[in-house]
């Protein structure tokens, strides 16, 4: 049985345990900054804009989504951003993504969105196949820019 709740501040530490997995599996585990401080203060602190929902399994964390609204200046709306979906190697093909991006997509209907969006590296199969399954379509005309680190302090020194 699978339930999709909205996270909460006790469930920093389990966030952090998903991100650390997310990033071992993204071959990126060095990049990983996030403290369950941070997780506290980003997400369940009073000035975040980002929330976080938990995928369960009997009661037990076996997926997460964090989530923000973006905006849409073409359809004056928001939009709802997903940053990032984990689900743990053991709890795969039971519909827990999917579960996910369905509770996602509700929320974004919800409160009025006009975009349900996300990134996905190219080289992750098994999430191309999932989110083509549901209708999403890829935005290959875009090409995503960042601005991070030392670069992002010297442009705004600069």
Request: proline share 3%; with cysteine.
């Amino acid at each position: 049985m699978l339930t999709i709740r909205e996270a909460v501040r006790e469930d920093a530490a389990t966030l952090l345990g998903f991100i650390r997995e997310l990033a071992i599996y993204e071959k990126a585990e060095h990049e990983v900054a996030a403290t369950i401080q941070k997780i506290e203060e980003s997400i369940f602190g009073t000035n975040s804009v980002s929330s976080a929902l938990i995928c369960e399994q009997d009661s037990r964390p076996v997926g997460m989504a964090v989530w923000f609204f973006n905006y849409s200046t073409w359809q004056a709306k928001n939009g709802l951003y997903l940053e990032d979906l984990y689900v743990t190697p053991a709890a795969r093909g039971l519909g827990a993504g999917k579960a996910l991006l369905k509770r996602l997509a509700e929320i974004a209907l919800e409160t009025g969105c006009g975009r349900f969006e996300w990134s996905v590296l190219d080289w992750n199969e098994p999430a191309i196949r999932l989110y083509e399954a549901i209708g999403a379509e890829p935005m290959n005309e875009w090409i995503r820019y960042r601005l991070s680190g030392e670069a992002l302090k010297s442009f705004a020194a600069g």
